[in-house]
């Protein structure tokens, strides 16, 4: 089976292709089936491959398709890797990917642009294979640029709200920040060890640089330049939240469960050069932990159900980082897989509600939609049970092992353990805040809108009767990753052979207690405090009291705005940009060519001036210039 | 016969250009103007037949002969276009013809 | 003779086109495109016949002719054909039969005497494309311009008059530069052989002083710099594009950009390969500011053609660079930006070109929402704009990619600035297509200012999609820039002898 490894990405792009060359005039139903059979092709083969790679017991498999070019010695192929970390991927993306392109079927039934929708995802997942299974970096680069060109068209996918487009633009190009980053990385990389191959890479690296060398901390920062755009932390982290504006499938499949974890696969792909500099290790740490602080301070404040859960993906993202920081590779891939599942499974969830709610996004027009919306409720409790980290959901096992790891860290163990404790009570208040707030309580549907979300996909609001929409279609993904997220945690993901350890953390019985204590403190805090019951009186009027105070109401204000990151971006790079265009619409240099011929024109004109038509004129300057030029023969 | 110094001849032939030559700056007349052309003309002739007797070498007498015919052709395509202009304009005024200033 | 045959084909079919305009208006067109398929068959011959048995290294020339012209000047006509020049003409020909198809239904006034235009300016470019005499390029370079003048003065838009003087005195004055220049090299032959030579391969033989050497060089670089053209030297492009006509802009765009960075190749560098090398830091540094001052004007334009023609001189900004980073990375990087770039922006002049026939103006801010409209075109539109902001898989990111790879190796800081260009591109072209295509639909009115022209048709309610011809061009020039991004050693390979032969022949010199 390993030889068909290159038809993984195939299948899906030729099902883009199909769908594009008919130019949407396929039914429905064949686009559907195209769309999705796909997918599901490439699901069953990476299943068939995972399980012969497996058995096998290879360490990697590489598959040369064809020499994508040769210039020099820089020969980089189509070529396809495969060792445990990319079966992982593998696995979720087409697993995962199937299972949403499912549900889109369900979700997008009605909508004008089906076939071109699944076209575009179609690409995605191959773009994504593609970058999963790169055994170089320029190949990876392919991908990972693939997969932000169509993470750009389906957030614009509506693309007749120019509110999406901004979306979608900003996603590209603050994306794109990181990407140059990574390029340039890449150059460095190839200058100094004259491949691209990442294999090679991880060989050549230790030999050919002492730990900490200036060139390994410049291209791993670079590196990380990179993972930190693609993967929305901080300081490239704001695009992600408008990202929401795209069709909800989109949300989970492109902003959840895959894209987004690509810096996070960068990096452990590329783990020997960051391990080669601590110094960049500790800041992707720090990164990491402080994305994750303030995302989780957002999340608490905002009142969209997308925005809330897109929030939340920065803040496990930040997770992944924390450990990839710490040196917990498999921790950090363990958490993205069970991420996956259980943010997959929210995002499904909430666009279920938005669907049934006639695209309504504020958690606090929702209220009481436990017995309305029955599916999708159960799925957000066990969603946000896996998110919160509660015992024995999947999200437990992993975040145990990443806060593990990260207290047995040297020099800031500590620190960072208590940082990614403190991000988990915060994660277990907004999630259940999210549930408390739409599913129990009263029903707000009827309310008149009190705030408008900005990035409400359709403007138009048909206020008609709630009624939870489910088809087989729908209903069916949301089942099985609510099974995956309850017991992913379980599953062993095969990566130590890829990162040369078998990572183990021991902790005393009181850290472990103290971990999963604080969610289930959080969430018990949340149910006070958001579900209106009556024990939580005081509570409720404390954080009333504080919102309506200037400095809480200012300090809420403030986390809403995602920190005023926004701001101070618009303010120090977008506004000059603008402002420096405008300025200079008409090409100064234009300009300097302009006076020239300005100058020409007046020195025609000076001229011009002697010419006055009168004969006598004209015999004067004639015996003027003779007698000048007779004198100048003379005395000179 | 005692000769005149040539001196005198080319100052008068200077004097003569000269002459002309202020004809021909100030005069609006066109005939005038052509007129004053002549007397220049035939200042320059003045001054090749002295320069010629000076020398004693046909030259000069021949180079005055050649001035002559050139300035017979010179009026007759002078007064044409004098007519010309006349009866376009109905005037002998040179200014009117300052079509060309740029 | 096969490339004697190729130019006196274009020369005689345009000569036949004008004249064949006395018997049926639509005659000329005809001519054109017959022509234009024998060059392409003339050509793909080329290709088929000497490649690649006879393209080993060292003797990459596949076609290599002389004969006498004006020998007591050490003039000949002598030609080359190598696999730089056969890509060159493989560009050339495909983009000429584009530039065909774009003014099939465009040129309607005096298409006679458009399409002789037309031909010229082609065989004008195959010469200097196929030219190893100096003086015989020269002759060509001069070929090419004068219908180029030709037609942007008689069939542009509103500003045409303004548009074609600045574009012939801009090109006139740089030629008559690089025709000094090209004297100079040949009287140093004199003082040094005892006799003129404009023979390229004699030529290389000559040795200047230092500064001699970078005065001459100097001569040679403005000439085609401003071809290119280069920061400084770009401002004739912006306006010569907004007001020529589709097939204008085309063969501008896409081929007679192409002669200024052949040129750098070719000449510029590996006659004076010292004084290129001292002058490699400023050329790159050029190269740079273009980068980043072009595609920050792109963003600030209203008028469609003006924003792809400041991307233009952005892209070639990175031709520049890979050719002074003088390495195989930073040449094959040129070279493929070169190829990638003439299908990319002549695909997107035809498509502003399209909205300008549909619609009757450029300026952006009066459209708004097509893709509903027209989904074809809007798609064709989003493809090349993602080409052309160099998405990786497709031609330009090979180009791009590889000429700062090249430009990293001879100067850190010039390929780390210019790599912020790939920002500002996706900043610029993912503005248009919002501009464009996204957004609500709206179109213009039917009394505009920018780009007024007697209606044609009355597309104002019902914009018509592609047509079948139309959509043929664009998917040929598609199907071209994702061969070129998927498998782009086909075009490499090509070059490749030429490229290692230049490198070889003075690497030493050179960083």
């Known amino acids: 089976m390993l ?61 040369l398709l064809w020499t994508w070019m040769s210039v020099g010695s820089f020969t980089p192929g189509f070529s396809f890797y495969l060792d445990g970390l990319t079966v992982v991927m593998l696995l979720i993306i087409s697993g995962i990917g199937f299972l949403i392109h499912l549900y889109s079927t369900g979700f997008m039934a009605d909508d004008p642009g089906f076939a071109r929708f699944f076209s575009y995802m179609n690409l995605f997942v191959a773009s994504m294979l593609v970058l999963v299974l790169a055994d170089n970096l320029v190949l990876l680069y392919l991908g990972w640029e693939g997969v932000g060109l169509c993470s750009y068209l389906l957030i614009g996918f509506w693309y007749d709200n120019p509110a999406n487009g901004y979306a979608a633009r900003k996603a590209f190009v603050v994306t794109r920040v990181g990407d140059t980053s990574m390029a340039i990385g890449l150059f460095l990389l190839f200058q100094q060890l004259g491949t691209l191959n990442i294999q090679e890479i991880m060989t050549l690296a230790p030999q050919q640089w002492s730990e900490g060398s200036g060139v390994v901390v410049a291209a791993s920062a670079l590196l990380l330049g990179g993972a930190v755009g693609k993967s929305a932390q901080l300081p490239l982290q704001t695009w992600l939240p408008d990202a929401m504006a795209g069709p909800t499938p989109i949300s989970a499949l492109i902003h959840a469960a895959t894209m987004v974890t690509a810096g996070v696969y960068l990096i452990a792909r590329t783990h020997v050069l960051f391990e080669l500099a601590p110094s960049v290790q500790l800041l992707v740490a720090f990164v990491g932990l402080a994305t994750l602080l303030m995302a989780g301070f957002t999340a608490l404040t905002q009142r969209d159900i997308k925005r809330i859960l897109a929030y939340s993906t920065v803040s496990q993202i930040g997770y992944m980082f924390l450990a990839l920081g710490v040196g917990a590779w498999s921790a950090a891939i363990f958490h993205l897989m069970t991420h996956a599942f259980f943010k997959a499974l929210l995002f499904l969830a909430s666009g279920t509600v938005i669907l049934s709610l006639h695209h309504e996004h504020d958690i606090f027009r929702m209220g009481g939609m436990r017995k309305k919306l029955p599916v999708a409720f159960w799925s957000f409790v066990i969603g946000s049970a896996a998110l919160t980290a509660l015992p024995f959901t999947s999200g437990f096992y992993s975040k145990d092992a990443i806060l593990l790891a990260a207290l047995e860290q040297p020099q800031y163990g500590t620190l960072l353990w208590l940082g990614g404790v403190l991000g988990a009570f915060l994660t277990a208040i907004y999630s259940f805040r999210l549930v408390f707030v739409a599913f129990f309580g009263e029903d707000h549907t009827q309310d008149a809108p009190a705030h408008h979300s900005h990035d409400h996909a359709h403007d138009d609001h048909h206020h008609g009767p709630v009624r939870e929409i489910t088809g087989f279609v729908m209903a069916a993904p949301l089942v099985i990753l609510a099974v995956l997220s309850l017991v992913g945690g379980f599953i062993h993901v095969p990566v130590d052979s890829v990162f040369g350890v078998h990572e183990e953390h021991h902790a005393s019985t009181l850290v472990h207690g103290f971990m999963i204590a604080v969610p289930i403190v959080g969430v018990l805090i949340s149910y006070l405090l958001y579900s209106g019951a009556p024990q939580g009186r005081g509570l409720q009027q404390w954080l009333k009291s504080v919102r309506e105070s200037a400095g809480g109401g200012a300090l809420m204000r403030f986390f809403f705005s995602g920190w005023g990151m926004d701001k101070l971006y618009d303010f120090l790079f977008v506004r000059p940009f603008i402002a420096l265009a405008q300025l200079n619409r008409r090409d100064l240099v234009d300009q300097f060519y302009g006076l020239l011929v300005e100058l020409a024109r007046i020195g025609n004109r000076a001229i011009v001036l002697t010419q006055t038509g009168y004969l006598r004129w004209y015999a004067i300057s004639l015996i003027g210039g003779l007698v000048l030029v007779i004198g100048i023969g003379v005395w000179a | 016969m005692p000769s005149i110094p040539y001196e005198h001849g080319l100052i008068l032939a200077a004097i003569l250009f000269v002459c002309g030559l202020i004809g021909v700056l100030t005069r609006r007349n066109i005939v005038f103007i052509l007129m004053s052309l002549e007397i220049m003309l035939n200042a320059c002739g003045l001054a090749f037949v002295v320069g010629s007797a000076r020398w004693g070498h046909a030259d000069g007498q021949i180079m005055f002969l050649m001035i002559l015919t050139l300035a017979a052709a010179e009026v007759a395509v002078g007064l044409g276009l004098i007519i010309q202009m006349y009866r376009r304009f109905h005037t002998v005024d040179i200014s009117v013809l300052s079509e060309m200033k740029g | 003779m096969i490339v004697v045959w190729l130019i006196l084909i274009l020369f005689v079919g345009g000569a036949l086109a004008w004249a064949s305009e006395a018997l049926d208006s639509r005659l000329p067109r005809l001519t054109a495109l017959i022509a234009m398929v024998f060059s392409l068959i003339f050509v793909v011959m080329l290709c088929l016949d000497n490649f690649p048995d006879q393209l080993s290294p060292g003797g990459q020339w596949l076609v290599l002719e002389k004969w006498s012209w004006i020998a007591r000047f050490g003039i000949f006509l002598q030609v080359g054909v190598d696999g730089l020049s056969l890509l060159m003409l493989v560009l050339t020909v495909f983009l000429g039969l584009m530039a065909i198809g774009a003014a099939w239904h465009e040129i309607t006034e005096r298409p006679g005497f458009f399409y002789f235009n037309l031909l010229w300016t082609l065989a004008g470019v195959v010469g200097v494309f196929t030219a190893l005499d100096l003086f015989l390029f020269f002759f060509f370079w001069e070929v090419m311009l004068i219908p180029m003048y030709l037609i942007i003065a008689i ?348 490198l070889a022949s003075l690497g030493e010199v050179l960083p």
Not at chain 3, 174 to 190: E, N, R, V, W
Not at chain 3, 285 to 313: E, H, M, W
Request: aromatic share 12%; glycine share 10%; hydrophobic share 55%.
């Open chain 1, 3 to 63: 030889e068909w490894i290159g038809l993984l990405p195939a299948f899906p792009l030729a099902g883009f292709l199909a769908l594009v060359l008919t130019r949407g005039n396929l039914p429905r139903r064949i686009a559907g089936v195209i769309g999705v059979g796909s997918i599901g092709l490439s699901f069953l083969l990476a299943i068939l491959i995972s399980i012969e790679f497996l058995g096998s017991g290879l360490e990697s498999h590489t598959q």
């Open chain 3, 155 to 502: 069939w542009g838009h509103e500003n045409r008059a303004y548009a074609a003087m600045k574009f012939f005195v801009f090109t006139q004055v740089s030629g008559l530069i690089l025709l000094i220049a090209i004297m100079c090299l040949a009287y140093f032959h004199f003082v040094q052989f005892g006799r003129f030579s404009f023979d390229y391969f004699e030529l290389q033989n000559v040795v200047l002083e230092g500064r001699f050497q970078m005065l001459v060089m100097l001569g040679f670089f403005i000439g085609f710099a401003t071809k290119l053209p280069a920061f400084p030297l770009h401002s004739w492009l912006p306006d010569a594009h907004s007001q020529a006509p589709t097939a204008g802009s085309v063969l501008l765009a896409g081929v007679l950009l192409k002669t200024g960075a052949y040129g750098l190749i070719r000449f510029a560098v590996p006659l004076f390969p010292e004084a290129a090398a001292d002058f490699a830091p400023v050329a790159m540094t050029i190269a740079v500011i273009g980068i980043l001052y072009c595609a920050k004007l792109a963003f600030a334009q209203t008028d469609i053609k003006r924003l792809i023609a400041y991307t233009s001189v952005s892209h070639m900004g990175f031709v520049l660079l890979g050719v002074y980073a003088w390495n195989i990375y930073g040449l094959q990087g040129a070279l493929m930006t070169m190829l990638a770039h003439g299908l990319t922006s002549s695909a997107l002049f035809m498509l502003a070109g399209g909205l300008q026939h549909r619609f009757h103006t450029r300026d952006m801010g009066k459209m708004s929402g097509l893709w509903a409209q027209l989904p074809m075109m809007s798609a064709m539109a989003l493809f090349f704009s993602i080409a052309a902001l160099g998405m990786p898989g497709l031609g330009n990111f090979i180009g791009e990619f590889l000429s700062l790879l090249g430009a990293f190796q001879a100067n850190h800081a010039a390929a780390i600035v210019a790599a912020l260009g790939l920002i500002f591109a996706s900043v610029y072209s993912l503005w248009v297509i919002q501009r464009v295509f996204h957004g609500p639909y709206h179109t213009p009115n039917h009394s505009t200012d920018c780009g007024s022209e007697p209606a044609r048709d009355d597309p104002h309610n019902h914009p018509t999609d592609l047509s079948r011809a139309e959509l043929l061009c664009y998917s040929a020039m598609a199907l071209g820039l994702v061969w070129m991004g998927m498998y782009p050693q086909t075009f490499l390979a090509m070059a490749e002898p030429t490229m290692s032969y230049l």
